[in-house]
Nanobody, 124 residues
Framework: QVDLRESGGGLVQAGGSLRLACGSS????????MGWFRQDSGKREFVAAV???????NYADSVKGRFTISRDNFKKAVYLQMNSLNTEDTAVYYC??????????????????WGQGTQVTVSS
């Protein structure tokens, strides 16, 4: 089982940047895909995903060009670098993992393991 813990959330002004991190004390398997989701109200929204084995990525249209997802094999961690933040990015951000390497599942129901979430608040 993969236990995930996020860190790095906080309060930032519009136009600023934050970097979220996600780690697992039990390691992350090479045949997993890792994703970031966010939830403001209602359902969780897909943000980005990275394939652990080769680092290939997929992004939601709303964050393309502003957010970058990456992984560190040595540290067993996944990162979400968020630049040019705006108030619409305010949400609880969740790290998630799914067995299987596909990057193109954007529904949260496709992910098997979840972190507890970290709050990101962007002020105007």
């Amino acid at each position: 089982q993969v236990d995930l813990r996020e860190s790095g959330g906080g309060l930032v002004q519009a136009g600023g940047s934050l970097r979220l991190a996600c780690g697992s004390s039990r390691g992350i398997f090479s045949d997993y895909a890792m994703g970031w989701f966010r939830q403001d109200s209602g359902k969780r929204e897909f943000v980005a995903a990275v394939r652990w084995s080769d680092g290939n990525t997929n992004y939601a249209d709303s964050v393309k060009g502003r957010f970058t997802i990456s992984r560190d094999n040595f540290k067993k961690a996944v990162y979400l670098q968020m630049n040019s933040l705006n108030t619409e990015d305010t949400a609880v951000y969740y790290c998630a993992a799914r067995a299987g390497s596909s990057l193109f599942y954007t529904s949260d129901s496709r992910y098997d393991y979840w972190g507890q979430g970290t709050q990101v608040t962007v002020s105007s």
